[in-house]
């Protein structure tokens, strides 16, 4: 085993400019989400590439998920290869979408430049780059003849960035990422060649809305200020809940720092005139205001309490404020994950990091959630880790690039962790 290592990473070395430019090509196909674009040739590029090399492929789209039109399909592909005899399967999945570029670029965010040993572009580090690595790895893996029990499969999904809905969430539900298709899963995002991501924070989105009565301007007395009314719910958030949840802290390994804590952002506020006003203002009243709140949790915290402390201090204003009115819409939820950190596939991976670096692997969770979250609750497939090159601090910023050598390094622990997780259970 360990002579067939040197060899494939010798391959895996040689494979080095086959990399960069596969990540280069799924970089120029801008997958922008939303709305969602060009999923199909992103997809179609990965299951050709895939299909050339053995794989047998196939192609889902997302019918009826958020967002999906025929203008806009939910094209994923999966592509799977049998080994020469019954065994366990190990899975890659990276999500094609991006978030848009966005401004402060000073390279082509779809050129996918490569320049000191660096490839620039809107979504080399989250994910194109992994998703080239891992199907890369993979393919050094046939080519160098090795001999090995169950399947591999590789697949790209959409949506990732929206929420997974139509990617998957939707191939979870069809048995995608589940007993016995399915036994381990390495999700290639971004979080740092040396660490092993073992799961995320939980998140509750929410829209809460204060109401009030127009009335003219000019005499505000005869109204009722939606605006001051979310004024003395911001004040609470500000003196009650903010110093609250600076205080509570998780035994999860998050990263950075500061994400070892529960945290609130304020998403967004709006009350009153539209948004980018700039003319002579009608004389009103604010009869509603409204603000987007972004929680992520910590799996110390059950969601109930989360949703329970917002929804106390609206129900205390209502009593002890003249006038208080509110509602609460959920936008979207989804708890915290972890697998264990013996679990297999974060044995295997870990080992190889060390191998490779000559120091233990960092074992750390995501501050935000990512796709583990669908294959845990759906798929309930608890053997999941994201394992990925990249520096998870340029994920959605301008000139993100992903580095070359990050790339290589990544593909030989992919590589090395699936022989292991293939043929210690076969
Ligand atoms: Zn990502």
Not at 170 to 175: F, I, N, V
Not at 309 to 336: C, S
Request: glycine share 10%; aromatic share 6%.
């Amino acid at each position: 085993m360990r002579f067939a290592l040197e060899s494939l990473f010798k391959r895996i070395d040689d494979l080095r400019d086959d990399v960069v430019s596969l990540t280069q090509d799924l970089v120029r196909i801008p997958t922008v989400n939303p709305p969602g674009d060009a999923y199909t040739p992103c997809a179609e590029l990965m299951g050709e590439r895939l299909r050339k090399a053995g794989f047998d492929v196939v192609y889902e789209r997302g019918v009826g998920t958020p967002g999906d039109s025929d203008k806009h399909p939910r094209t994923n592909i999966v592509a799977r290869i049998q080994g020469s005899r019954p065994g366990p399967c190990v899975h890659f999945n990276g999500h094609i979408d991006v978030v848009e570029p966005g401004e402060g670029w000073t390279k082509d965010p779809y050129g996918a430049e490569l320049e000191d040993g660096k490839i620039y572009g809107r979504g080399t580090c989250d994910m194109k780059g992994g998703i080239a690595s891992a199907m890369v790895a993979v393919e050094a893996i046939l080519q160098e003849g090795l001999d090995f029990p169950g399947a591999i499969e590789i697949s790209g999904t959409v949506d990732e960035e929206t929420g997974g809905y139509g990617g998957v969430a939707y191939l979870a539900e069809k048995g995608f990422f589940s007993r016995p298709r399915v036994d381990h899963v390495i999700i290639p995002e971004p979080l740092n060649v040396d660490r092993v991501c073992i799961g995320h924070r939980g998140v509750w989105w929410a829209e809460v809305k204060t109401h009030g009565h127009i009335a003219h301007g000019s005499m505000p007395f005869l109204g009722d200020c939606a605006v001051r009314h979310m004024g003395a719910f911001l004040n609470a958030l500000e003196t009650e809940l903010y110093p609250a949840l600076e205080n509570r802290h998780t035994e999860m390994p998050v990263v950075p720092e500061g994400a070892k804590q529960s945290t609130l952002n304020i998403a967004s506020m709006h009350g009153g005139l539209p948004d980018n006003f700039n003319g002579l203002p009608s004389s009103l009243v604010p009869d509603l205001c409204s603000m987007i709140l972004d929680r992520r949790f910590l799996i110390e915290e059950p969601l109930d309490q989360v949703k329970g402390e917002i929804l106390a201090i609206l129900d205390r204003l209502t009593k002890t404020r003249d006038g208080f009115r509110y509602d609460v819409r959920d936008i979207m939820e989804f708890e915290p994950t972890l697998t264990d950190e013996n679990a297999p596939v974060v044995r295997a991976v870990a080992e190889e990091i060390e191998r490779q670096f000559g120091r233990p692997a960092e074992t750390i969770c995501s501050p935000g959630t990512y796709d583990q979250k669908h294959i845990f609750r759906i798929g309930q497939l608890k053997d999941c880790i994201a394992y990925g090159p990249g520096i998870l601090d340029l994920a959605h910023q301008p000139d993100e690039y992903i580095e070359v050598d990050a790339m290589v390094t990544s593909m030989k622990v992919m590589a090395s962790a699936t022989l292991k997780l293939l043929n210690e259970n076969a």
